[in-house]
């Protein structure tokens, strides 16, 4: 089954304490990239990679860092979290064909207390 | 960079009834307009798209349009089912999705 995988689905962390957040594909795909979503807010991009070794940053990736050392992972890594990154993230792939299907994960909840 | 709006933020319709969110964007140059359904504890899932060279596209009780000229497109949901009650979030982009800009979303209800 095609499918975009993220782990934990909920995380309750003390600020400060380091976390990452992985997500996983096994479609193949090239891109991947991560959102935040916040009531009233919708969905915002915080990083995004087309490839292996390629990353770039969406809109609001102020505390976030990522990798793409492997082409189905892209692991979202907060370094030191603080409350205002509680957050639903998702991780969502596509392949690069243009007009494609972006596939999201389950999201995770964070809560940084 | 681009910036989409999408109203109503809430929508609440019988039943059997119809049901639109409007979406608008800012930058011209983007010609991909795809529209997400969110369910409750669950990502969002594409349920239909268009793009800049086609004015209007149907896809069984679900129908979108674009007007280029004023960059605004609509979700229209027609014979509407509780089961479409969710969160619909529209999008655009230059094309991939690798980059989508949001709206912030429309809680629609449908009341049995």
């Keep these: 089954e095609a499918q975009v995988t993220q782990n934990p689905r909920y995380l309750i962390t003390v600020t400060g304490k380091k976390l990452t957040v992985t997500c996983s594909q096994n479609m193949n795909h090239e891109y991947m990239s991560w959102y935040r979503q916040d009531p009233g807010l919708g969905l915002r991009q915080i990083y995004y990679s087309m490839n292996v070794e390629v990353t770039d940053k969406g809109d609001v990736p102020e505390g976030y860092k990522v990798s793409r050392k492997e082409k189905r992972n892209f692991p979202l890594i907060l370094e030191s979290p603080s409350p205002n990154q509680t957050s639903l993230y998702f991780c969502a792939s596509s392949s690069p064909s243009r007009y494609t299907e972006a596939f999201f994960g389950q999201g995770t909840r964070l809560t940084v207390v | ?112």
């Design chain 2, 1 to 112: 960079g681009e910036n989409v709006e999408q109203h109503p933020s809430t929508l609440s319709v019988q039943e059997g009834d119809s049901a639109v969110i409007k979406c608008t964007y800012s930058d011209s140059a983007s010609n991909y307009f795809p529209w997400y359904k969110q369910e409750l504890g669950k990502g969002p899932q594409l349920i239909i798209d268009i793009r800049s060279n086609v004015g209007e596209k149907k896809d069984q009780r679900i129908a979108v349009t674009l007007n280029k000229t004023a960059k605004h497109f609509s979700l229209h949901i027609t014979e509407t089912q509780p089961e479409d009650s969710a969160v619909y979030f529209c999008a655009a982009s230059k094309g991939g999705s690798e980059k989508l800009v949001f709206g912030k979303g429309t809680k629609l209800t449908v009341n049995p």
